[in-house]
């Protein structure tokens, strides 16, 4: 055997032989060219694939623990506890309201009403040592809001319930604790977010009870206006006469219903806040990972936290529930769904928090404490891992190094037994690194044509209701692909080196742990506190390395399988918890991520990537396994047998109308009038019928059978190129998102409230135009603006003064206002400054106005909820009129 001509074929071998390896056998050599069996049973091997079955069902039932809820009863024997039963007799009030829309009676007098008699009641309760105060705020402004499509929102008289827990003491220093009242149509907001107010409305209880003094001011915060994005809120840390002495805030939301609520956003800066957190809550859940991901953009959603952060100027925490986000947003998001542990433990949390932050020195100093970050996690559940950036840097640097002298060190020991130069070592180990990066491509390709096959026979999203399918429709393949992978490079790319199994095990181990090392490296140049994934990964695959080199090299048998899976088995653990948590925020999403958003795709890709990453230490246990083919026929079999049923039997349909197991197909659909203007003035064209906006790739016509109106619906494109906005009342600026829509024609909307549209104003200004304008309807209305071409709308009077931009439309800028008030009518009056060129002629831009009738009276006619009624008990529609006209000015 000779390596590059350079080494003695029989010397060679002698030393390549492992004292323990089996002797060789002429009739168990692999096509004639490998001097040793395998020396792992085919059993071992699949009792390493049985423990990962066993991790992965352990790490979701521990991911689904919550405590034992408190009842009424036993306030007595805690006195100082929170009490879930109390929260959830709160909450069953709010609900029974019904949906709360910003602008309605129902958000505005009654859901008022009751916080402001909650609240009341506990100051008539409290201990003579705090001083509480109530305060109602309606507040108006307007702000620009890089957001989805981005926007400007402009409100008018909405309404805060505010309360401040203070001492005679007289501290300015606040902690700040926040959730919103109201709700998106249709829904009775049980989780979002009733349920946050619920709990602080307890937690305010237990402090006013207490006879503790509090070192500073606690200002609970109950916002009527989140689901209008965040004007409540703005008006509140912008306006209100208690914003000024806020230091730091806690934000609970809802992206889901139940279950534990995750820290997804901390800072910016002010590690203190998180060291806090992780030092006083019994139950954490918290990830840096977390907060990169939702920063990112990647989910489409938005808290209060980016109003206190940017207009506020304030560092805090950013809490969400995000289990079963299948009701999130929907008529399903009821009580019913809240186990009375999820109230327990986020209580719990929040309270210890709450405590722990208002007693604490640092809100009297946050400026001495606001330089640094954190890198942070939580470990199953159990305690949080943190550690400012600088050390982490340390660590990470470290961890890369230590992987460095273990890679050299088995660079040492191939030199001393097979006479393999350093150059030598490394040609083939990144050839092993190359073919294994190969196997991830390889892995995602296969996931895509699976994806793209289950799109061909309409089988799509069959993971939305039952989860379980990718696991056989994915991570199998992924795993099968792999392994063939690196079976198939192992063969043929060392065909010149007879080399034992374990040699092979140990170049393809290196080969993932030095990439995993480069990809350390390169979150530490780019700042990625998420690193630590990539960090634990490294630092226990290089002690693996280390312990088999220095202390136990002689070990063949079953005790060096052992300790291999004990070197890679709490990296594993760690990121399996991590990727189990990702699957349940986002295979929810997918069903309200657009048709356009391809989610079959998205869910083979993002499962395919996580799981070649998390398999890394387990695919090349594949080089020492005899009877291969048992596992590769056993796996294969799985994935064929699994397809068959998703495809043959009703289990592959990805919808459930299960109260136990939830998981509706979205609809929105909004009964809309259509006007089109000419420059002229004159109506050029009206449309009235079903806009029907789709939320996932199978809308809209999975409901045919059940509403025969559907099959009519025609896919909305021309319309796109036509006129701004698709000519169509889009509630938020979500084009670029939601663009495949379809329409169905049908009988004219009954309008409650006339919407109009009047120019009052026009007047030549230096270089331009000024043209002020008066809009009024409804609580909600939208203004969309496109200038012509070459003419530039420079500033408006609205207090943002700069116009925020959106997406293109035919080459020219758009501009999106988004309006609402409270229960008094306001009509929104703003004017416009453009910059036209001298030689422009003609009409300066193109302006729709939308209006949304999102609550009764006005809401729906007879007809269309008769309409709506037919659509099956597996959906969850969302409906409203709305009207779009549209002017050439």
């Known amino acids: ?200 409305l307890e937690i305010l209880r237990v402090l006013s009870k207490s006879p ?118 929907t008529k399903f998001d009821s009580i019913e769904h809240i186990p009375l542990g999820s109230l327990q433990r986020t209580g719990d949390n929040i309270l210890a928090l709450a405590k722990g932050m208002a007693q604490g020195h640092q809100l009297s100093e946050v400026d001495k404490y606001r330089a640094g970050n954190l890198v942070f996690f939580d470990f199953l559940g159990a305690f949080v891992v943190r550690w400012p950036m600088i050390v982490a840097d340390l660590i990470n640097l470290s961890t890369v190094i230590f992987s460095l002298f273990s890679i050299y060190e088995n660079i040492q020991s191939a030199k001393k037994t097979d006479d393999l130069t350093t150059r030598q070592y490394f040609v083939k180990l990144s050839g092993c690194m190359s073919i294994i990066v190969g196997s991830w491509i390889a892995s995602i390709i296969t996931s895509l044509l699976i994806a793209l096959c289950l799109n061909a026979l309409g089988r799509t999203m069959s993971w939305y209701a039952r989860p379980l399918w990718i696991f056989f429709l994915y991570i199998i393949p992924t795993l099968l692909i792999s392994m063939a992978v690196l079976l198939l490079h192992s063969k043929y790319y060392n065909h010149d080196l007879e080399l034992s199994p374990w040699t092979l095990f140990q170049l393809y181990y290196d080969a993932y742990q030095l990439i995993w090392t480069l990809i350390l490296v390169f979150g530490v140049i780019v700042r990625v506190r998420s690193s630590f994934i990539a960090m634990i990964w490294v630092f226990f695959a290089s002690l693996g390395n280390f312990l088999k080199s220095r202390l136990f090299g002689k070990w063949r048998d079953s005790k060096w399988l052992l300790m291999h899976i004990g070197m890679v088995g709490l990296p594993f653990v760690q990121c399996f918890y991590l990727i189990i948590g990702a699957l349940y925020l986002f295979i929810p999403i997918m069903g309200r991520a657009g048709a356009g958003s391809y989610a079959e795709f998205l869910i083979a890709i993002m499962v395919s990537m996580l799981f070649t990453l998390l398999f890394s230490f387990a695919v090349p246990l594949i080089l020492l396994v005899r009877g291969i083919e048992r596992i590769f026929s056993l796996l294969t079999g799985l994935f064929l047998l699994s397809l068959a049923i998703l495809i043959l039997t009703p289990l592959g349909f990805p919808y459930s109308g299960e109260s136990t197991s939830l998981a509706p197909q979205r609809f929105m659909i909004a009964h809309t009038k259509r006007t089109f203007h000419d420059v002229t003035g004159a109506i050029t064209n009206q449309k009235s019928g079903y806009w029907i906006v789709d939320m996932d790739i199978n809308s809209p016509h999975t409901v045919d059978r059940h509403v025969p109106e559907m099959a009519a619906a025609e896919l909305v494109d021309q319309d796109c190129k036509d006129y701004l906005y698709c000519g169509l009342p889009y509630l938020v600026p979500v084009l670029t998102m939601l663009w495949k829509t379809h329409w169905l024609p049908g009988p004219e909307p009954e309008l409650r409230v006339p919407v109009s549209m009047n120019v009052v104003g026009r007047e030549s200004i230096e270089g331009g135009l000024r043209i002020t304008l008066e809009v009024d309807g409804p609580t909600h209305i939208d203004v969309m603006i496109s200038p012509t071409l070459g003419v530039d709308l420079i500033e408006w009077s609205l207090n943002s003064k700069k116009p925020l931009a959106g997406p293109l439309w035919n080459g020219r800028n758009t501009y999106f206002i988004y309006y609402a008030y409270g229960l008094k009518r306001v009509p929104l009056r703003f004017s416009m400054d453009f910059k036209i060129p001298a030689t422009h002629s003609g009409p300066v831009m193109d302006l729709a106005v939308s209006s949304q009738f999102l609550f009764e009276p006005g809401k729906s006619t007879k007809q269309f909820r008769e309409f709506i009624a037919k659509f099956p008990s597996w959906t969850a529609v969302s409906f409203w009129t709305a009207t779009y006209e549209s002017w050439i000015i």
Not at 37 to 49: A, D, K, N, Q
Not at 137 to 153: I, P, R, V, W, Y
Not at 213 to 242: C, D, Y
Not at 251 to 265: D, I, T, Y
């Open 212 to 329: 503790k003094i509090l070192r500073h001011n606690i200002v609970f915060l109950f916002n009527g206006g989140e689901e209008n994005f965040m004007p409540a809120s703005h008006g509140f840390i912008t306006q209100h006469k208690w914003a000024n002495e806020v230091r730091t805030f806690i934000n609970l939301e809802a992206c889901g219903a139940g279950g534990r609520e995750v820290l997804f956003q901390a800072g910016p800066n002010h590690p203190w806040i998180l060291e806090t957190y992780s030092e006083e809550v019994p139950y954490p859940y918290a990830s840096s990972l977390a907060q990169e991901i939702f920063q990112s953009g990647v989910i489409p959603g938005d808290t209060d936290y980016r109003i206190f952060r940017d207009f506020g100027n304030v560092s805090g925490l950013d809490f969400a529930w995000s289990a079963n986000g299948y009701v999130y947003h």
């Open 1 to 200: 055997m000779v390596l590059h001509g350079q080494s003695n074929p029989t010397s060679v071998r002698k030393r390549l032989k492992s004292p323990q390896a089996p002797n060789a056998d002429p009739s168990n050599r692999e096509n004639g060219k490998s001097k040793f069996l395998r020396p792992m049973e085919t059993s071992h091997f699949l009792g390493v694939l049985g423990l990962m079955l066993v991790v992965f069902a352990a790490v979701i039932v521990i991911e689904k623990q919550l405590p034992t809820p408190l009842k009424i009863a036993d306030e007595a024997k805690n006195p100082d506890r929170f009490i879930a039963e109390r929260a959830h007799n709160i909450l069953k009030k709010l609900t029974k309201i019904g949906p709360r829309i910003a602008g309605s009676y129902a958000n505005e007098v009654t859901a008022v009403e009751l916080l402001k008699g909650e609240v009341q009641e506990i100051i008539n309760n409290a201990h003579e040592n705090h001083v509480i105060e109530l305060d109602v705020q309606k507040a108006s402004g307007d702000f620009n809001l890089e957001f989805l499509d981005g926007m400007t929102n402009v409100y008018r008289d909405v309404q805060n319930v505010v309360v401040k827990v203070g001492s005679k003491i007289k501290s300015p220093h606040c902690l700040l604790i926040n959730c919103h009242f109201d709700s998106v149509v249709d829904s009775p907001g049980g989780s979002d977010d009733g349920a946050g107010c619920a709990v602080m």
